[in-house]
């Protein structure tokens, strides 16, 4: 099956920094999402991004399908961005839809 | 607040029992989709219905069944449960029926312990 991974597995961040947070997939994928669960454990839908580039905020995302990874960007952080950052790829064929293992993201006041 | 409910939060039970879990969607929506994390297999899509409909299944075990009725509330039901089925049980809603193709809101989840 599809193969997502995600790098750093960790990252420490003083608040205020940027920082970038990488998911690579193996395969061709139909579309590619970007979670972010909370030190509480909520889960919120950041992006949908099959390819191209997204901002939300503080946030932005880029997908380059042909070269099969996304970036995550995190500006100017604030320690509510602390948490784990997953992304997941879906792939039409078989309905299959795979998390890559996650980023823990600590950002210290 | 998500406007996604689940219960029950906390859930404790022993191996071989049977247990369900509950869902209500945000209002308006059709899809309910569920995930299973645990710290061994990580996050794991299980299921998606759409207005009463499987949509799609993923990594969900025999053991393990759901529904979605027509008010449009799921329930997934684990049973024989083992010692590895310990985990946070998510469930989601979003609008359409278009897997992953447009934002899904999650409940606060229910966590599964198995003695």
């Known amino acids: 099956g599809i193969q997502v991974e995600q790098s750093p597995p960790d990252l420490i961040l003083q608040e205020g920094a940027n920082s970038t947070l990488r998911c690579n997939f193996s395969?061709?994928?139909?579309?590619l999402q970007w979670f972010h669960q909370n030190p509480w454990g909520q889960l919120i839908n950041l992006f949908y991004i099959p390819s191209g580039t997204k901002q939300n905020g503080r946030l932005s995302a880029t997908t380059v399908a042909t070269e099969r990874y996304s970036l995550l960007y995190i500006s100017s952080s604030q320690t509510t961005d602390s948490g784990v950052y997953f992304c997941a790829v879906f792939k039409a064929a078989g309905n299959k839809l795979t998390f890559g293992g996650g980023t823990r993201v600590l950002v210290k006041p | 607040d998500s406007g996604v409910t689940q219960t029950p939060k906390h859930l404790i039970t022993a191996t071989g029992q049977r247990v369900t879990l509950r869902c209500s969607p945000r209002s308006g929506d059709l899809s309910v989709y569920w995930y299973q994390q645990s710290l061994d297999q990580g996050l794991q899509f299980l299921i998606h219905?759409?207005?009463?409909?499987?949509?799609a299944k993923g990594n969900i075990l025999e053991r393990f069944s759901a529904q979605q009725f027509p008010d449009l509330h799921s329930e997934l039901n684990l049973s024989s449960l083992e010692l590895g089925d310990s985990a946070l049980y998510f469930c989601?809603?979003?609008?359409?029926?278009?897997?992953?193709?447009?934002?899904?809101?999650f409940g606060p989840g229910t966590r599964l312990l198995v003695l």
């Open positions: 219905y759409y207005n009463g409909e499987e949509r």
């Open positions: 395969d061709s994928v139909n579309n």
């Open positions: 989601a809603s979003s609008v359409g029926g278009g897997m992953y193709q447009e934002t899904q809101y």
